[in-house]
């Protein structure tokens, strides 16, 4: 049996529970959550899916018991208690792989304390910006020219700009085989916009970014009602169009014979194959922790300077999950 700790078990947890037990290797997970509702959550998302090893047991628990041996760990709280759940879990248990969920943290200094205690205490850790684990992706990287510059426009509207721009920066070090990833410009949208969940905020603007082999990554997002985000990919031998909402490619060069079609890839889908993954092999599709973090960086001093600019105030954290 293979030891599996999934701490979180809301909407995002309960989704990666869906997933994990899809695999065909006998698991043995455990689900920690504070919160009964959660839990129930997950209870209630586990009857839709069908269990792919019949010895995989499953327990639910409010708190982590000491001393508990797991080989993966996946962290899928929200933000704001990420970090202390992370130090919880190599403080009580002892785990040789880590998942975590993005946006990883908001405090800067939080993300070099992680990186020493993984070092310290030897853990391999990743983070769970999918993208570069979709089919579609994958193909587009395979017909990538190395010498060919990139340039990757992001648009659209309320796709949540703040939490989610980690995903675009990720997918774009993914085409790039870039980490060093640097603010370019930023103009963003001067009035508070709260997030759907308490105590969070969103934004609205425009950023772009630059690598150390100049490519460019411009992202926007505006404020009207419909959820839409469209991918505009280009290099001297290859252009087209993605709208994800709609999943309609619109080819404009094809040089490079792009011919896969977009199918997006859910939590519940992706998660036993992450496990699979590093259990046979030691190893992960999804980013490296040093990786990430230093593409975490290059965004989340500018939310949190531009939130301390509308809120009048200096604060501790960057808002954002």
């Not at 997002?221 to 419909?226: A, I, L, M, W």
């Not at 505009?232 to 709609?246: A, I, P, R, V, Y």
């Amino acid at each position: 049996m293979h030891n599996i700790l999934l701490v979180g078990a809301g909407q995002l947890g309960s989704r990666h529970l869906q997933g994990a037990v899809k695999s065909g290797l006998p698991l043995n997970i455990t689900v920690i959550d504070p919160s009964t509702e959660s839990l129930t959550l997950a209870k209630e998302r586990l009857k839709e899916v069908e269990i792919g090893n019949p010895k995989t047991t499953i327990s639910f628990s409010e708190q982590l018991s000491e001393g508990m041996a797991c080989e993966i760990c996946i962290i899928a709280t929200t933000a704001n208690y990420r970090f202390d759940v992370f130090m919880e879990v190599i403080q009580k248990t002892s785990v040789k792989k880590l998942i975590l969920e993005k946006v990883l943290f908001q405090k800067e200094s939080e993300y070099f304390i992680v990186e020493e205690k993984l070092n310290l205490y030897g853990i391999k850790a990743w983070v769970n910006c999918p993208r570069r684990m979709f089919p579609f992706y994958k193909h587009l990287k395979s017909l990538v020219n190395k010498n060919e510059q990139i340039s990757l426009t992001v648009d659209g509207s309320n796709w949540g700009m703040a939490c989610n721009t980690i995903h675009f920066i990720d997918l774009f070090s993914f085409l790039t085989e870039s980490f060093k990833i640097k603010s370019f410009s930023t103009s963003l949208v001067n009035e508070l916009e709260h997030s759907k969940r308490k105590d969070f905020y969103e934004v609205f603007g425009h950023t772009e970014y630059i690598d150390d082999q100049n490519n460019r990554l411009k992202i926007s997002c505006n404020k009207r009602d419909e959820v839409e985000v469209t991918i505009h990919f280009k290099t001297s031998s290859l252009e087209f169009l993605l709208c994800e909402s709609t999943q309609t490619i619109n080819i404009i060069k094809n040089n490079g014979a792009l011919n896969k079609d977009f199918e997006p890839q859910f939590q519940s889908s992706l998660t036993h194959l992450n496990i699979e993954e590093i259990i046979n092999n030691d190893n992960c599709s999804l980013t490296p922790y040093s990786e990430s973090k230093q593409m975490h960086l290059s965004f989340l001093p500018t939310l949190k300077k531009h939130f301390e600019q509308l809120i009048g105030k200096n604060l501790s954290h960057c808002p954002i999950t």
